[in-house]
């Protein structure tokens, strides 16, 4: 998997543990080495979690090497970003898309 800088990587077997454990809030990319608006979300992610790293953990999820976790939220498209707070999935967005906007979308959860 292509990582982001910055940008921690989680699997099946940690996802409990990183995920669904984690004080705060935490933005979760399901991606893929073979999908192109994933690479392109890189960049912005790397800048997300440098920005907001003391509000929001910002992790990637490969969903070919972690089926298990990818079933079981029912991500069927990639990039799918999930936001986990308290350890429930609160908001799902699908698709690349600017910084700026990503931003606006994970206000109210920040």
Known sequence: MIRAAGVAEVTDADFAAEVIGAELPVLVEFTADWCPPCRQMGPVLSAL??????????????????????????????????????????????????????????????
């Open 49 to 110: 979690a440098a920005e907001e790293g003391e509000r929001l953990k910002v992790v990637q999820l490969d969903v070919d090497t972690s089926p298990e976790t990818t079933n079981h939220y029912r991500v069927l498209s990639m990039p799918t970003f999930m936001v986990f707070k308290g350890g429930e999935p609160v908001k799902a967005m699908v698709g690349a898309r600017p910084k700026r906007r990503l931003l606006e979308e994970l206000a109210d959860v920040l």
